[in-house]
């Protein structure tokens, strides 16, 4: 099959899956029943505003066809003609959360098969989350979730999702195959391996096509290389998400050519560290060496060096959003702690730098997104971890609790690229919301109080 026909079959495959993609791209409610829906009035709540970062008393908010119709001071204007009302008094209306890292397709026929990722789903969006950014995985699997949430064959946040690229050494990794069952590592269209050789207006494009809004750069990817991955997926309308370290590229590699996401606070002190050149012809060394080269820094560079700064304000500049995925550390110490207590100082270090580091970012003007890298942190807990994640931006990070309602729904919108449509409680943008029974700016653990889950302006069954 020549290139030029190759390319055709991948445009055609993308243009079919170009209006499903959109729809994915702004959520989806349970199917609609044969009648269109009464508005609903929700009246008498206290609203945040994400410019203020406050809450504005006595507001009613009315909900028409998915969307914010009107946002007002209850009483002041009728409300539409057959509205249903819900009175909120001395209840707290924020956005819908939106969890900025999340893998519900890593081993579809195992871990992540169908039902037990339905189920998550489910559980995270009557837990407050409305939207999800899966970082690479099975794109059939993806692809397939995608679909039955827009057609509302499944209740579920919506979804956006990337095709994974990276060195050919990665796909030698065991764990790679659970994402590509039925097909070779490195040669699947989402979950492609990397070189200078390769044809990436090719690639990108057959990435697009499996219903990707993104590409994901993973590792042993260096900086020439990676500047034209995103180059390409730019030009075809695709965000480019990240590690903050994919070495050979360290985060400066990776903000310069214009990625648009960078993911674990903790791997920005690679940017500090010494340039070195393994042999990566032997990859179990090679990869030794990064490990022993890493934990000799962690614990030793310090969050503000002078190369950690710098990095921060070229990412303020360029509008890199940081994905810090803190409360993932503080999981890593208190397991290290009932585990293995050999590895606690190693864990502890990485995580005073990842809090310490997102504390400057914070406060350097970096725009950072609420990711959990899990999307629940055991097996069946009462909530979803984006509430641990907020309470960590809190407690380690110096965030204020409003700061990290923002940071778990304005800022994770732009990391989806969604901010259009979600991420804030205005007239026209999705009627996604969570109603609590206390004030989450006083307490940010009140995200937990969850009175009421409202999806497409229509209520989510408890």
């Known amino acids: 099959m020549n290139k030029i026909f190759k390319t055709v079959l991948a445009v055609m495959a993308l243009a079919c899956l170009g209006t499903a993609a959109s729809a994915w791209a702004q959520g989806a409610a349970p199917r609609a029943a044969k009648e269109k829906p009464k ?86 969006l009557r837990g407050g989350v409305m939207f999800v950014r899966d970082m690479a995985g099975d794109g059939r699997a993806l692809a397939d979730l995608s679909r039955a949430i827009a057609a509302g064959d499944i209740v579920a946040p ?20 659970m994402a590509t069952r039925g097909e070779k590592p490195g040669q699947a269209p989402w979950n492609r391996a990397v070189t200078d050789e390769t044809d990436l207006v090719l690639a990108v494009a057959e990435g697009h096509g499996t219903g990707a809004s993104a590409v994901k750069v993973y590792r042993e990817v260096g900086p020439a290389l990676l500047a034209r991955i995103v180059a390409e997926a730019h030009r ?74 710098s990095l921060l304000k070229l990412m303020k500049e360029r509008g890199t959003i940081l994905d810090a995925t803190a409360s993932i550390l503080r999981d890593m110490v208190a397991s290290a702690e009932k585990k293995r207590p050999q590895l606690l100082p190693l864990a502890k270090a990485r995580a005073g730098f990842a809090y310490a580091v997102t504390r400057l970012a914070h406060e350097s003007g970096v725009e950072v997104s609420a990711g959990t890298d899990g999307l629940f942190d055991d097996d069946d807990p009462p909530l979803p ?41 205005e007239p026209g943008k999705a009627a996604d919301l969570v109603v609590l029974r206390g004030d989450p700016t006083l307490d940010i653990r009140n995200s937990t109080a969850i009175e009421l889950v409202v999806k497409s302006g229509r209520q989510v069954p408890r």
């Not at 008393?57 to 057959?82: C, H, M, N, W, Y």
């Not at 956006?160 to 030698?172: D, E």
């Not at 380690?396 to 804030?424: K, Q, W």
């Open 385 to 425: 971890a984006l509430h641990q994640e907020m309470e960590a931006l809190v407690a380690e990070c110096g965030f204020t609790p409003a700061e990290a309602i923002i940071a778990a729904t304005r800022v994770s919108a732009r990391a989806l690229g969604i901010a259009n449509t979600h991420g804030a409680i």
């Open 236 to 309: 075809q309308g695709l965000a480019v998400w990240t590690h903050a370290t994919i070495y050979p590229s360290k985060p400066l590699d990776a903000v310069n050519a214009g990625v648009d996401v960078i993911s674990h606070a903790d791997q920005l002190v690679w940017e500090a560290m010494p340039d070195f050149k393994p042999d990566p012809a032997d990859r179990q060394a090679y990869f030794a060496l990064l490990k022993k080269a890493r934990e000799e820094a962690t614990g030793t560079i310090p969050a503000d060096h002078p190369a950690v700064i």
């Open 158 to 177: 919506g979804l956006r999702y990337a095709a994974l690229m990276a060195g050919p050494g990665f796909f030698s990794d065991p764990k790679n195959a």
């Open 39 to 124: 508005p609903l009035a929700l009246i008498n709540a206290s609203v945040f505003d994400s410019a203020s970062g406050q809450f504005h008393p006595g507001r009613t908010l009315v909900l028409e066809d998915g969307k914010i119709a009107d946002d007002f001071p209850s009483g002041q204007k009728p409300l539409p003609a057959g509205a249903e009302t819900l009175d909120l008094a001395g209840k707290f209306v924020i956005p819908g959360l939106i969890d900025s890292h999340v893998h519900i397709a890593s081993d579809p026929s195992g871990w992540d098969r169908r039902d037990r990722a339905e189920k998550a789903l489910l559980k995270a």
